[in-house]
Antibody, heavy 119, light 108 residues
């Protein structure tokens, strides 16, 4: 079964740091791009960061660029999001997302259950 | 940034009735459009990708259509488990995909 399990969310002060992790199982992790999508309380979905399967290329939304860093360890099937200089507006549930591929398209085909970050 | 606009914000429908949700893109996204369903306290779930392809395990009562800038999701006969919030998502300029603000389908 394909599964994504996030951890690392917490209550922290403005200016603080957190590191989110996402443990993947059930698929060839290194073959797929991955990302983080967040949802503020009562709000919609917002793309945060993305990374290619190899980890060579990373991308961040303007709202988090310079503060958040996405990375992955393909030997451990784990995705990370290092968050620093946190602000109140970063308060959200953070979802780990697996993307499709060049054949099916780069939609999110698998979502984790999310981890709550409160600043 | 491509802006996705969903309408209506809330759709009140009786069980068994048909529901049609709309999503408009500020510029063409070709067929790179997905729909997700989200229930309270749960993660989103993929329903449709490529504008019209049902994801694995999704019932046939869900169908998607459109291309370019205009898209729709139709639920042919609403079941009790279909009352939820639905989001469209363009991934034409991956990874900078953008989501619509959501349509809540509620019981009439």
């Amino acid at each position: 079964e394909v599964q994504l399990l996030e951890s690392g969310g917490d209550l922290t002060q403005p200016g603080g740091s957190l590191r989110l992790s996402c443990a993947a199982s059930g698929f060839a992790f290194s073959s797929f791009a991955m990302g983080w999508v967040r949802q503020a309380p009562g709000g919609g979905l917002e793309w945060v960061s993305g990374i290619t399967g190899s980890g060579v290329s990373t991308f961040h939304a303007d709202s988090v660029r310079g503060r958040f860093t996405i990375s992955r360890d393909n030997s451990k099937n784990t995705l990370f999001l290092q968050m620093s200089s946190l602000r109140a507006e970063d308060t959200a549930r953070y979802y780990c997302a697996k993307y499709g591929d060049v054949f099916t398209g780069y939609h999110v085909d698998i979502w984790g259950r999310g981890t709550q970050v409160t600043v | 940034e491509i802006v996705m606009t969903q309408s209506p914000a809330t759709l009140s429908v009786s069980p068994g009735e048909r529901a049609t949700l709309s999503c408009r893109a500020s510029q063409s996204v070709s067929s790179n459009l997905a729909w997700y369903q989200q229930k309270p306290g749960q993660a989103p779930r993929l329903l449709i990708y490529g504008a019209s392809t049902r994801a694995t395990g999704i019932p046939a009562r869900f169908s998607g259509s459109g291309s370019g800038t205009e898209f729709s999701l139709t639920i042919s006969s609403l079941q009790s488990e279909d009352f939820a919030v639905y989001y469209c998502h363009q991934y034409n300029n991956w990874p900078r995909g953008t989501f619509g603000q959501g349509t809540k389908v509620e019981v009439k």
